[in-house]
């Protein structure tokens, strides 16, 4: 899996990410997996056509000492569909200003 990964969470840190994540986030039905829905702005030509499957998201994986941010659009209302995979570069971009700038909003030196 492809993942824009900040590890050595303090835990400071990562209380004050999960607090942030519940706050503007939702979160899945598993503990510490948020979905960050894909800007439509940012949707490849398949993704914007494919209007029963949006909206799209990338997964966030919060762990005591780690957050990964997964590059895989994926979609929640369907397992597979060709609108899925890994993000363009736009879309891993803006997912990385994301990341970047929850860690800017807190404080958070890494």
């Not at 993942?3 to 986030?25: H, S, T, W």
Request: with cysteine; charged share 30%.
């Amino acid at each position: 899996m492809k993942q824009y990964v900040i590890d050595e969470l303090r835990p400071k840190d990562y209380e004050m990410i999960k607090a942030f994540m519940d706050e503007n986030f939702g979160s899945s039905n598993v503990d510490g997996v948020y979905w960050i829905k894909l800007d439509h702005n940012i949707l490849t030509q398949v993704q914007k056509e494919h209007t029963e499957c949006q909206p799209f998201y990338v997964a966030v994986d919060l762990e005591l000492n780690l957050v990964a941010f997964e590059l895989l659009v994926r979609t929640k209302n369907r397992m597979r569909c060709s609108c899925m995979g890994y993000a363009t570069e736009k879309q891993r971009n803006w997912l990385i200003r994301i990341a970047d700038s929850i860690f800017d909003k807190l404080g958070i030196k890494t």
